[in-house]
């Protein structure tokens, strides 16, 4: 059965500090890897990775994926309030997209 | 505003009874995708259609089932309806379909089961 696992569940920083996500993944015909923030309600697309050691960056966010170690993270530097947030991991396997639980990131101003 | 729509926002019933959920795709999207968001479960990918074809099963119920119309938009069916029924359910949709395909999703429906 396809598995996504993301650590922590659950992570409270002060405003202005760097942190890292991490996913890992066990799928078959892995594909791809996603990350999504949710806040209120629906998940909104942040990046998409299907090539190891490539790091994608958007801003302050920055993403890379590594397929020998069948994992990702997802960094953000320098965070705001408007970072909190869960951050959801989904791999991309075959015809669906598996998604693990998420990471609930509180910021504190 | 991912431009996906779904309609009810909230929607409140009791055990044993049916609801149906739509779905508006984003203009062009030809991929439809239903999920069910419960507090102990996380996103759960529930089935996906293609161009009015189903493409993809994932952990849907006997209880539930799902279409695609011509003009695109989806609705799912939900019957029998139990206490642990109650969740968010999101559609999502995509241009091609394919899983490597961005999808985007809308703002879901609260469902409540008394």
């Known amino acids: 059965e396809d598995k996504v696992v993301q650590s922590p569940l659950s992570l409270v920083v002060h405003e202005g500090d760097t942190v890292t996500l991490n996913c890992s993944y066990e799928v078959t015909n892995f594909r791809s890897l996603l990350w999504y923030k949710q806040e209120k309600k629906a998940p909104t697309f942040l990046f998409m990775l299907t090539s190891s050691g490539i790091e994608k960056k958007s801003g302050r966010l920055s993403s890379i994926l590594d397929k020998k170690e069948l994992s990702s993270i997802l960094n953000i530097t320098a965070t705001q309030t408007g970072d909190s947030a869960i951050y959801l991991c989904?791999?991309?396997?075959?015809?669906?997209?598996?998604f693990g639980t998420g990471t609930r990131l509180t910021i504190i101003p | 505003d991912s431009g996906v729509t779904q309609t009810p926002k909230h929607l409140i019933t009791a055990t044993g009874q049916r609801v149906t959920l739509r779905c508006s795709p984003r203009s062009g999207d030809l991929s439809v995708y239903w999920y069910q968001q419960s507090l102990d479960q996380g996103l759960q990918f529930l089935i996906q259609?293609?161009?009015?074809?189903?493409?993809a099963k994932g952990n849907i119920l006997e209880r539930f089932s799902a279409q695609q119309f011509p003009d695109l938009h989806s609705e799912l069916n939900l019957s029998s309806l139990e206490l642990g029924d109650s969740a968010l359910y999101f559609c999502?949709?995509?241009?091609?379909?394919?899983?490597?395909?961005?999808?985007?999703f809308g703002p879901g429906t609260r469902l409540t089961v008394l």
């Open positions: 259609y293609y161009n009015g074809e189903e493409r």
């Open positions: 999502a949709s995509s241009r091609t379909g394919v899983s490597t395909d961005t999808q985007y």
């Open positions: 989904a791999a991309a396997g075959g015809e669906k997209l598996t």
